[in-house]
Structure formats: C-alpha cells, structure tokens
C-alpha cells in the first residue's frame, strides 16, 4: 500500500499514502514519523503553521531511510504574496527539516486569491 503512487503532470511520483503531522509537537512529530517511516510510509506532510518541522527532519534522520527514497511536503503562510518572501519562507523550512530539497511545496489557505490575478510571476517553476 504504502509503495503505490500516482504520476503528476511533470512525471514525479507522489506516495499515494503519506503521514501528516498536524497537531503534533517536535517530540510528537519525530517519534511518529520514525515510527511511519519504519513501517514503509515514504510521503510526510508537514507545515510550517504547525511548528513541528524540525521534530519532522529529526524524525527523518533517525529512522535511516535514504532523503532520496522520501516524498516531503511542507507548506508556506499564504500572506507570502511575492517570490521573495516564499523564497525566504522556503529557506527557513529547509532548514528546519535539515534537509536539501522539499519535494512539494503547498501554499497553505489561499486566500484571498484575486490579489495574485495578472501576477503569474510568483509561480516561476
């Protein structure tokens, strides 16, 4: 189960099934996904909203799976409303996590989104 996935539009390959860590303190977040990672999940969703994504790096790094066999999401404040500042936001999460690259990464409760009409500068790729 945990190894199936579904094909995105550009040919990444995202878990079907992932851990989310909403809710969930640095201690709890690094216990769980040590735990979900030991059992085969590979796709860990966190969040910088949930004040967790160091204990999800920690986690990360004490269960020994290869960054490489992972799927990370994180997600940033919708607030950040130009390139620099999710750039900046981006930055701090990878330095939170301890790791080299998010795989996905979510803009989390846009709104309100007519003040993004006309600007697609902000979603370079």
Do not use: C
């Not at 189960?1 to 878990?15: D, H, Q």
């Not at 620099?84 to 936001?89: F, G, I, K, R, Y």
């Not at 795989?103 to 989390?108: G, R, T």
């Amino acid at each position: 189960m945990f190894a199936e996935t579904f094909s995105l539009s550009n040919g990444v390959k995202i878990p079907k099934v992932g851990l989310g860590t909403w809710l969930m303190d640095e201690t709890q977040a690094a216990q769980a996904v040590r735990e979900a990672l030991s059992i085969g999940y590979r796709h860990i969703d966190t969040a910088q909203a949930y004040g967790n994504e160091a204990g999800v790096g920690e986690g990360i790094r004490l269960s020994g799976v290869a960054r490489e066999q992972l799927f990370i999401t994180t997600k940033i404040a919708a607030e950040l409303k130009n390139y620099d500042a999710a750039a900046q936001s981006i930055e701090e999460s990878l330095a939170k996590l301890g790791i080299d690259y998010i795989d996905l990464v979510i803009i989390h409760s846009p709104q309100p989104w007519k003040e993004f009409r006309g600007e697609n500068r902000y979603f370079k790729v």
